[in-house]
Nanobody, 118 residues
């Protein structure tokens, strides 16, 4: 069984920063694309950023230049450094990873709340 555990959410003022982390545990042979998605109230879940095993990075246009995704393959961990946060960034942030523990399966974290408000 594989689990993704997220940490680092919270309340921050506009213009502030937060760093999210997500670590995979369990029987893991390889981790392929890792990424972050978010879902605001009343909206669909949307991509924030992804980082492939081959070091290809993709960002949503709305976060380019403000957010930075990174990963540590040795620790099965992906981070999201969020800078210059705006109220529109308020959402539940979910970690996602394609994990090989036999077959390759996409896993999701439980979500962490990020609230940007003064």
């Amino acid at each position: 069984q594989v689990q993704l555990v997220e940490s680092g959410g919270g309340l921050v003022q506009p213009g502030g920063s937060l760093r999210l982390s997500c670590t995979g545990s369990g029987t893991i042979f390889s981790v392929y694309t890792m990424g972050w998605y978010r879902q605001a109230p009343g909206k669909q879940r949307e991509l924030v950023a992804t980082y492939t095993f081959g070091h290809s990075i993709n960002y949503a246009d709305s976060v380019k230049g403000r957010f930075i995704i990174s990963r540590d393959n040795a620790k099965n961990t992906v981070h999201l450094q969020m800078n210059a946060l705006k109220p529109d960034d308020t959402a539940v942030y979910y970690c996602s990873a394609f994990v090989e523990s036999g077959p390759v399966i996409r896993y999701w974290g439980q979500g962490t709340q990020v609230t940007v408000s003064s």
